[in-house]
């Protein structure tokens, strides 16, 4: 590859993704290039949560948006091989009287006007589903039942190698 119309510095989840997606658009030329082995900075280290609450409304739109390529990750990159990990275990948040309990408050409001289940619970129930941590009586603990995580390697993987299958050039250096 001589001449690039695009190149990608990094191959963590973000930089794979972005040679797929720029491939997907038509682009023929992309160069992705990592300098150690895909995946292996941060997206090693994440823990890949895939959820919908967030306080600015333009970050939720991105978050379904996600949720929607993550619940049919194969038939979003058309590769019937394509595992993204998915695991729903729903997602729990915390806050303690006042400012910020008002807060999570308002939060949940307006993730229930985007159509999102997101719920309040006690502490015995929060407990119940998260029995390592403790939460006091007095928390506003809110509650997202469909929420969970994905596997950042299957997905760093399937998007690299449907870069791939899409004539993007994946170069890594190897210490």
Known sequence: MTQCESIVIGGGVIGVSIAYHLARLG???VLLLDRGRLGEGTTAQSSCILRTHYTVPENVLLAQAA???YE???GYL???EADCGLVRCG???AAPPGEKSAALDAALDAQRGFGIRAE???APTACRLLPIALF???ELIGYEPDAGFADAYLV???FARNARRRRSSVRTFRR
């Open 27 to 29: 682009q023929r030329r």
């Open 72 to 74: 049919d990750f194969a």
């Open 156 to 158: 760093t993987s399937a």
């Open 120 to 122: 309040t619970v006690d």
């Open 136 to 138: 006091g009586e007095e």
């Open 91 to 93: 997602y729990l948040i």
């Open 78 to 80: 058309d590769d019937r």
């Open 67 to 69: 949720w929607r390529v």
